[in-house]
C-alpha cells in the first residue's frame, strides 16, 4: 500500500486525499465570498489555497463591489 510521510508521520493514500479534498472545498469558502462581492473567484481562490484564513479575514470585510 502507498504511504505517504509528512513530518514524520506516515498517511496512506485515502487519507491523503481526504486531506486534499477537504483543503480544496475551505479554499472554495473564501473565494465564493469574494464573488459575491464582484471580485474574481480564480484569483481569490488560488490565494486561499495558500492563506485560507487571511482571505477567509480579508473578504469578510471588504467593500462590495457588486452594488456599484
Not at 26 to 39: H, Q, R, V, W
Not at 46 to 60: D, G, K, N, R, V
Amino acid at each position: 500500500m502507498f504511504a505517504l510521510t509528512i513530518i514524520g508521520v506516515t498517511l496512506s493514500a485515502i487519507w491523503a486525499v481526504v486531506i486534499v479534498v477537504l483543503w480544496i472545498l475551505i479554499a472554495f469558502l473564501p473565494a465564493t465570498i469574494a464573488k459575491n462581492k464582484g471580485y474574481s473567484f480564480l484569483g481569490w481562490f488560488i490565494l486561499s489555497l495558500f492563506f485560507w484564513w487571511i482571505t477567509l479575514f480579508i473578504t469578510l470585510f471588504i467593500p462590495d463591489r457588486s452594488q456599484n
